[in-house]
């Protein structure tokens, strides 16, 4: 079935770093993107979208890339700080308008 | 002031009980909907309801069922807890649910867990 799903469970980089959380999915009628970011014993939170329209949008330290040909996402964070650590989800929608979520990547940064 | 306010923030029952957990959300958003997260962190959408319509994802056991007093108001009914419901649930709002471009705005969490 159609799925989001994302390549890395885990990812841990030192304060400083950039970082890169993928995602690919499969639903090829999707053409809308978010990406959340969880803090612990927190809600998910809105970080930056994306239209199918475009392949790129930035952000405050935070640049979301759409390639749709391979359908994969990703999340680009610039100087990563301790307080970006989180589970980050990318979403989808697409015929439906309920976002799907992917399974989630736990940043871990590293002072 | 809290956009998506859900309570209780903790849940502890044992099974066969029916419980409620309430969701409020003052943006004035029209689409209300809850999701159930695991213990992998995987989000599962349950429900999605605006005064138009509810939709129910399938998988969804019939013990559990929404109940909306009001467009700010989304409840969720548990009847005949089982020990798998325990998880966290999350009760989110978008502002129209009628395209396809819908930010979800969530409360913070209910921790159920059932003995």
């Known amino acids: 079935g159609e799925s989001v799903g994302l390549h890395l469970p885990t990812l841990s980089v030192q304060e400083g770093d950039n970082s890169i959380i993928n995602c690919a999915y499969s639903?090829?009628?999707?053409?809308?993107f978010i990406w959340y970011k969880q803090e612990s014993g927190k809600g998910p939170q809105f970080i930056i979208d994306?239209?199918?329209?475009?392949d790129k949008r930035q952000g405050q330290r935070v640049t979301v890339l759409l390639n749709k040909t391979v359908k994969h996402l990703s999340l680009q964070i610039a100087a990563t700080q301790p307080g970006d650590s989180a589970v980050y989800f990318c979403a989808e929608s697409g015929g439906s308008y309920i976002p799907t979520f992917g399974r989630g990547t736990s940043l871990i940064v590293h002072p | 002031d809290t956009a998506v306010s859900q309570t209780p923030k903790y849940l502890v029952t044992q099974m066969g009980n029916d419980k409620s957990i309430k969701c409020e959300q003052n943006?004035?958003?029209?689409?209300m909907y809850w999701y159930k997260q695991d213990s992998k962190k995987f989000l599962k959408i349950m429900f999605s309801?605006?005064?138009?319509?509810?939709?129910i994802n399938e998988t969804v056991p019939n013990r559990f069922s929404p109940k909306s007093p009001d467009k700010a108001h989304l409840n969720l009914h548990i009847n005949s807890l089982e020990l798998g419901d325990s998880a966290v649930y999350f009760c989110a709002s978008s502002q129209a649910g009628d395209s396809t471009y819908e930010k979800l705005f969530f409360g913070s969490g209910t921790q159920l867990s059932v003995l």
């Open positions: 994306i239209r199918s329209n475009m």
């Open positions: 639903n090829s009628a999707s053409d809308y």
């Open positions: 309801y605006n005064n138009k319509e509810l939709i």
């Open positions: 943006l004035g958003h029209d689409t």
